[in-house]
């Protein structure tokens, strides 16, 4: 997490409050996907904040994906209830999937699926 310590405080707000909203999804926008955030960065004016998500269990990443940034509307508004006591601004949010967990599984599986041939004990050399 990069920025100024204004911008990382401001990160871990969003952060939480917007884990809570997914958490409960009174709305069903989710439809009963279990999404995780893995990293909020926000603009220096603090007027932008770029959620990146997870979707690890998801069985359609895609969909879901487009209809968080269907009710992008609803969710900022949410989130600006939660937090528009703390807070002068309510960023426009910008939903990316974060493949990092994704990336690691996939080269977790290549690394146990390689054909390595044990070391020869009898040969020095």
Not at 36 to 49: H, K, M, N, W
Not at 54 to 77: G, P, V, W, Y
Request: glycine share 8%; aromatic share 4%.
């Amino acid at each position: 997490m990069a920025g100024t310590t204004r911008q990382q405080k401001f990160s871990r707000l969003v952060q939480k409050e917007l884990s809570e909203i997914f958490q409960r999804d009174r709305r069903g926008i989710l439809g009963g996907t279990f999404i995780t955030i893995a990293d909020v960065r926000v603009s220096p004016d603090l007027g932008v904040a770029r959620i990146y998500i997870s979707m690890l269990l998801a069985k359609d990443k895609q969909k879901t994906f487009d209809t968080l940034n269907l009710h992008k509307k609803e969710i900022r508004k949410e989130l600006g209830e939660k937090i528009g006591k703390q807070v002068r601004i309510i960023p426009e949010l910008i939903f990316e999937i974060d493949e990092v967990e994704e990336n690691a599984q996939r080269i977790e599986d290549i690394i146990k699926n390689l054909n390595i041939p044990p070391a020869d004990k009898g040969k020095e050399g």
